[in-house]
């Protein structure tokens, strides 16, 4: 008897433990998968970078004289970006800067030395030409814009002012053996001296392009 009641109480233990195996490998691991996933989350969004956007600036010399304003840059402030109604010399302008979302308040007004910045509207839809001189969305967006001293179809935001070039550099579509054949007068450095007179502007797959440019020689 002894040895039988052995043999049963062996065989419901064997039973009881392989139930209970059977029930951690069936439980489900649900609270787990989820902890790891939100992890994950949280790591992803603490490396996504800044979002940047553009803000419009209403810049005055309150000293009633205005020159490119170098060095205006600050914590806030991008670098600066001017646009087609830019005057150089005149006391109030429009300039653009690119900076980090939610880093300027409309309205805001920012004092630097003789200059007196006022931060007008926010204008992310400028952001791609701001970054490239060359971007445009329709024909409207792209004019004679010289990129210092070259010439060719750009839009109108720069982050340069070009004082004035003693010979004008490379032309879109033109080689220097094309321009040398042009049989015009020569300059400094022996480079050929002539005015564009004409230029016909395109935007083709989201970049300005010259598709022709019209020269016209310089008289000696």
């Given at each position: 008897m002894k040895s039988q009641e052995g043999i049963s109480t062996a065989l419901v233990i064997l039973l009881i433990g392989s139930l209970l195996v059977?029930?951690?490998?069936?439980?489900?691991?649900?609270?787990?998968?989820?902890?790891?996933?939100?992890?994950?989350?949280?790591?992803?969004?603490?490396?996504?970078?800044?979002?940047?956007t553009v803000y419009k600036l209403k810049v005055v010399n309150v000293?009633?004289?205005?020159i490119w304003p170098f060095g205006?840059?600050?914590?806030?402030?991008?670098?600066?970006?001017?646009?087609?109604?830019?005057?150089?010399g005149g006391s109030e302008n429009i300039l653009y800067t690119i900076a980090e979302a939610n880093s300027m308040k409309i309205g805001d007004v920012?004092?630097?030395?003789?200059?007196?910045?006022?931060?007008?509207?926010?204008?992310?839809?400028?952001?791609?030409?701001?970054?490239?001189?060359?971007?445009?969305?329709?024909?409207a967006d792209c004019n004679t814009n010289g990129k210092y001293c070259d010439i060719g179809s750009y839009n109108q935001y720069a982050?340069?002012?070009?004082?004035?070039?003693?010979?004008?550099?490379?032309?879109?579509g033109y080689t220097?053996?094309?321009?040398n054949n042009l049989g015009c007068p020569t300059g400094l450095m022996g480079k050929p001296m002539f005015s564009v007179k004409s230029i016909a502007h395109k935007c083709v797959d989201d970049r300005c392009t010259a598709e022709s440019i019209n020269l016209e020689c310089d008289k000696p």
């Open positions: 059977a029930v951690v490998l069936l439980a489900p691991k649900h609270n787990n998968t989820l902890d790891v996933k939100r992890d994950t989350t949280a790591e992803d969004t603490s490396k996504k970078e800044p979002q940047e000293e009633g004289e205005s205006l840059k600050s914590d806030r402030e991008g670098d600066l970006y001017k646009d087609g109604t830019y005057i150089h920012i004092n630097k030395g003789s200059l007196k910045i006022n931060v007008v509207s926010e204008e992310p839809k400028l952001l791609p030409f701001l970054k490239d001189a060359k971007y445009c969305e329709t024909d982050n340069f002012v070009t004082f004035g070039c003693t010979a004008l550099g490379n032309i879109e220097k053996e094309d321009l």
